[in-house]
């Protein structure tokens, strides 16, 4: 799995003011927790950019003054105003302890209802999962080869090994709709077949 190096140091003054004067050097206040202890730290903003913006589940190994701490993105908080990254919060991970992680989805395969000329429409981009450390994935795969024409698939469709999946079960993930051509073309075999009958009927 992808692994982003962030250099870091310690946070040795708290509070608005300091926060302040770490921002105005470019640097971000953050925390880790979930280990032994809870660290505050900051680092660059640069250095939490490749981290920060992008839809990918990356771990982050952030190395504070001899030590390194293995963690996952758990929340950031940006400036209301100047849209700027201002806190970051990592999780850091235990061999034997499970973490709740948010997972991106990549669908696989060609839906059999795209193929019968249906609109493939993805209701979720990602998952909520509680897992161990050693069994996270970069992203969950779902095949979508046997899904037809006004099919779904749920989150209780969806199987992986060893993890738990906290979403509720009955939400759609992804599912095939009739396009406007289909429901058009539908119509007209529909008005076609009704029109012997009801000349029938007249007789």
Known sequence: MKTITIEGQLRTETGKQAA???????????????????????ASAKAL???????????????IEGKSYKCILKDLQ?????????????????EDK?????????????????KAGGKLVTKMKSLKVKALPKDLLEQIEVDITNLELNGNIRVEDVKVANFEILNSPRIPVASVVMTRILKQEEATTT?????????????
């Open 191 to 203: 008005t076609t077949a009704a029109a012997p009958a009801a000349e029938a009927k007249k007789k």
């Open 20 to 42: 302040r004067q770490y921002r105005s050097q470019e640097l971000v206040p953050g925390v880790i927790y979930g280990g032994a202890q809870e660290v505050n730290f900051v």
């Open 98 to 114: 499970k973490v709740v992680a948010t997972l991106p989805i990549k669908f696989t395969g060609v839906s059999a209802g795209v």
């Open 49 to 63: 950019k490749p981290l920060v913006y992008t839809g990918e589940f990356q771990l982050a190994q952030v190395d």
């Open 78 to 94: 940006f400036d209301k105003v100047s849209d700027a990254l201002i806190h970051v919060d990592l999780m850091e991970l235990v």
